[in-house]
Nanobody, 123 residues
Framework: QVQLVESGGGLVQPGGSLRLSCAAS????????MAWYRQAPGKQRDRELV?????????NYGDSVKGRFTISRDNAKKTVYLQMNSLVPDDTAVYYC???????????????WGQGTPVTVSS
């Protein structure tokens, strides 16, 4: 069984910074793509891609966070990070990590999700 546990969310003032972490545990053979998504209040169906990183380190960012957020990963620790700078109220959301993971040497990777960590940007 695989678990993804996010941490680092909280309340921050506009212009401030936060660093989110997501640690994977369980019977993991390989972790491929790692990503952060977010879901803003009142938008129950819209989960927005914030940033993604491949196993080799290639990154991809949503337009609204380019230049402000940085995704990184530590493969040895099975952890993905999201450094968020210059936060604005529109960044307020629940942030979810999502990873493509194989738990056996056969078959394709499966996408797993964390439980989410809330981020509130407000003065």
């Amino acid at each position: 069984q695989v678990q993804l546990v996010e941490s680092g969310g909280g309340l921050v003032q506009p212009g401030g910074s936060l660093r989110l972490s997501c640690a994977a545990s369980g019977n993991i053979i390989n972790i491929y793509d790692m990503a952060w998504y977010r879901q803003a209040p009142g938008k129950q169906r819209d989960r927005e891609l914030v940033a993604a990183i491949t196993r080799g380190g290639s990154t991809n960012y949503g337009d609204s966070v380019k230049g402000r957020f940085t995704i990184s990963r530590d493969n040895a620790k099975k952890t993905v990070y999201l450094q968020m700078n210059s936060l604005v109220p529109d960044d307020t959301a629940v942030y979810y990590c999502s990873e493509e993971i194989t738990t056996s040497h056969y078959g394709p990777p499966i996408r797993y999700w964390g439980q989410g960590t809330p981020v509130t940007v407000s003065s």
